[in-house]
T-cell receptor, first 114, second 109 residues
Framework: DAGVIQSPRHEVTEMGQEVTLRCKPI?????LFWYRQTMMQGLELLVY????????DSGMPKDRFSAKMPNASFSTLKIQPSEPRDSAVYFC????????????FGPGTRLTVT | KNEVEQSPQNLTAQEGEFITINCSYS?????LHWLQQHPGGGIVSLFM???GKKKHGRLIATINIQEKHSSLHITASHPRDSAVYIC???????????FGTGTLLAVQP
């Protein structure tokens, strides 16, 4: 299995621009999580899905962030408009309700907003 | 006070030493994750456990549910073990992980 796939791996954009991060979970996993990691805050859960439905997005700034999962093998996290404080590494992870609930993380997307 | 506390925050060891990283939590949990992150790298799941002890190679993880405490041990440490080790718990019946702040381990040759 290829594991969790994220793209792009690096993104540099200017303040005010729209940014879209992409994630492909492990095949057969029904949970998908989006995390943000910064030096100051560590790892934070932004949103998670179960069977494509949003289960909890309480950690996600609703004014500029949006997350979608149009099908079981693809999810996006969109930031519009982006701000310098959004600079972070964004991780996607997936897990299976039929297994141990162990989460498998993607390689992350390093976002820099100038 | 964080719901998941790790100690120490930073640890320097000599190659070959036995290493212990501790994790204490204040919430009821259904399972606990130990994660590893190399500098600038991705996050790898080392263990997920809800009771007892697990072993994988030189790594051993234990959990005491009654005492709300888990330990990660590394035997015969090696410089390639240098990384941040993160403890994370599933609070109750939720699927949300609560993360500790991590332990930065440096193993010197």
């Amino acid at each position: 299995d290829a594991g969790v796939i994220q793209s792009p791996r690096h993104e540099v954009t200017e303040m005010g621009q729209e940014v879209t991060l992409r994630c492909k979970p492990i095949s057969g996993h029904d949970y998908l999580f989006w995390y943000r990691q910064t030096m100051m805050q560590g790892l934070e859960l932004l949103v998670y899905f179960n069977n494509k439905a949003v289960m909890d997005d309480s950690g996600m700034p609703k004014d500029r962030f949006s997350a979608k999962m149009p099908n079981a093998s693809f999810s996006t996290l969109k930031i519009q408009p982006s701000e310098p404080r959004d600079s972070a590494v964004y991780f996607c992870a997936s897990s299976s309700s039929g297994g141990s609930r162990e989460q498998y993380f993607g390689p992350g997307t390093r976002l820099t907003v100038t | 006070k964080n719901e998941v506390e790790q100690s120490p925050q930073n640890l320097t060891a000599q190659e070959g030493e036995f290493i212990t990283i501790n994790c204490s939590y204040s919430v009821g949990i259904s399972a606990l994750h130990w994660l590893q992150q190399h500098p600038g790298g991705g996050i790898v799941s080392l263990f997920m456990l809800s009771s007892g002890k697990k072993k994988h190679g030189r790594l051993i993880a234990t959990i005491n549910i009654q005492e709300k405490h888990s330990s990660l041990h590394i035997t015969a440490s090696h410089p390639r073990d240098s990384a941040v080790y993160i403890c994370a718990v599933y609070g109750g019946a939720t699927n949300k992980l609560i993360f500790g702040t991590g332990t930065l381990l440096a193993v010197q040759p």
